[in-house]
């Protein structure tokens, strides 16, 4: 089975569930495919054995094939390419390695060369195998390195574990793609209730169930008024405690303590059975 957890937005507690779901799982395979801020590492603690790069294919051009006719440049919409009288300018960061002006150029003058965008590591911690990506900085694509991670997932497992970017753009929709199951992490705040709003589409869009679990859950009961008026089944409420912040600003794991691991095991229980949804 494979879970993706996600957010609208950013800070809502996702690694803190998908964590300390993973550590109750005796068979099971965590991939933090959060590639720009990677974290669950903190908290699984694992033993990083292997180290592989991650790079795309981008455009190099042949200038004295070139004729300069700009077809290329037409064809590549994102702008990568600018034809001048001088010749061919490159912005390598703007492009998404398609391949398109290389099948578009008239006389051959285009091969492929590799840019580096970041690297892959793995290995193991207490409950199963760890993955997670480190895009580098200042590199705008992440997706590239999410899928590679998603072409590592071991569908043997009994649990898969995605740990998604927070928002809604392209890599958060490459990581929660194939997903069996999607829990919505959230907060009773009106930036959380908007921002769940808009991640129940793009699930719904993408045919992907799901849950939601409120974290600083407290008085405030909007987004259960939601999730009830959306169907959506609310698998867990962790409650606004000081004690839970000290817990985790420490990369410690809330499983550690009785009283949540048995709330933790609820909720496993919940998301290994979809009869809920």
């Not at 495919?33 to 455009?59: G, M, R, W, Y």
């Not at 992490?185 to 679990?213: A, H, K, N, Y």
């Not at 405030?220 to 008024?225: Q, V």
Request: aromatic share 6%.
């Amino acid at each position: 089975m494979i879970i993706s957890v996600t957010s609208g937005k950013g800070g809502t507690g996702k690694t803190i569930v998908a964590t300390n779901l993973a550590y109750l799982s005796k068979d099971v395979q965590f991939v933090d495919c959060d590639v720009e801020e990677p974290n669950a590492h903190i908290f699984l603690k694992p033993s990083i054995t292997f180290s592989q790069e991650v790079s795309l294919q981008i455009p190099e051009i042949d200038e004295k094939k070139c004729s300069f006719c700009g077809e290329c440049a037409l064809f590549c919409n994102l702008n990568a390419l600018a034809v001048t009288k001088k010749g061919v300018i490159l912005f390598p960061q703007l492009c998404k390695g398609c391949g398109g002006c290389i099948l578009v150029c008239p006389e051959k003058a285009i091969r492929e060369k590799e840019r580096l965008l970041g690297v892959i590591e793995g290995g193991r911690f207490q409950s199963g195998e760890f993955l997670h990506g480190r895009l580098i900085p200042r590199e705008p694509f992440a997706s590239p390195i999410i899928r590679k991670l998603k072409k590592m997932i071991d569908g043997r497992k009994e649990l898969v574990i995605l740990d998604s970017p927070p928002g809604m753009a392209c890599p958060m929709i490459s990581t929660v793609i194939g997903s069996d199951l999607s829990l919505l992490i959230t907060e009773p705040t009106p930036s959380g209730l908007f921002d769940l709003s808009l991640t129940v589409s793009v699930l719904r869009t993408l045919d992907i169930p799901m849950g939601v679990v409120i974290n600083k859950a407290n008085k405030n009961n909007i987004i259960e008024k939601f999730c009830e008026k959306e169907n959506i089944p609310v698998f867990m409420k962790i409650p606004f405690d000081r004690k839970v912040a000290e817990v985790y600003s420490k990369g410690h794991l809330l499983v550690r303590d009785e009283k949540w691991r048995k709330k933790f095991e609820e909720l496993f229980e919940r998301v290994l059975s979809l009869d809920e949804i």
